[in-house]
């Protein structure tokens, strides 16, 4: 599509109503003639050069583009690695096959639990002992995916086990992002993560 622009201004499609110099007006823009427009004030823009959106910016001068580079983006905040840490953490981990989740209230139930594995587990509960809380009821935990897995107190305790070490690998992944100078834009990019 053609663009024109008018008296310098940004290049835009020729408007359906022109104005001559005569006063007088045109408004079929098929049937407008090259001079017309030209009368009308009218300049025809060249065409729009290619560029990368993501790096530079397309501008008019008033009878030109140009093509200016963006500056390049601040690095990222410290708080931005630290929501993408709590986003991985909270995500889940896998514990036997199964992903179990994580969010900051599942994690101190799992901390909960496993203080009351140990427990058991110094008072000498034996493997394979699914009523090792104390109920009338085998021990399970719920998956991510809503199944539960019975486990006995070195399961559970194990799970624990995990939960924070998923936690804790994330915290020094994070930590690591944090003292580099400056921080990898690419920061929520998988291979920086556990």
Request: no cysteine.
């Amino acid at each position: 599509m053609t663009l024109y622009s008018l008296s310098s201004s940004h290049p835009a499609p020729l408007p359906f109503r022109i104005i001559l110099s005569s006063g007088e007006t045109r408004t079929d823009p098929a049937t407008i003639t090259p001079a017309e427009i030209a009368d009308a004030g009218y300049v025809e823009a060249p065409a729009k050069p290619t560029f990368d959106p993501g790096t530079h910016q397309l501008g008019w001068d008033g009878m030109n583009w140009t093509v200016t580079e963006l500056p390049p983006p601040p690095p990222p905040l410290p708080d931005e690695v630290d929501a993408e840490r709590d986003r991985r953490i909270a995500a889940g981990f896998i514990f036997e096959g199964k992903l179990y989740q994580s969010r900051p209230e599942d994690r101190e139930n799992m901390a909960g639990a496993s203080v009351a594995a140990l427990a058991a587990m110094v008072n000498g509960v034996e493997p394979g002992d699914y009523r090792w809380h104390g109920g009338d009821s085998d021990f399970a935990w719920i998956a991510e995916d809503n199944s539960l897995t019975l486990m006995d107190a070195q399961t559970m305790f194990a799970l624990g086990q995990t939960a924070m070490a998923h936690k804790q690998a994330h915290i020094f992944a994070a930590r690591a992002l944090k003292d580099a100078d400056p921080i990898p834009a690419d920061y929520a990019d998988d291979s920086y993560w556990p």
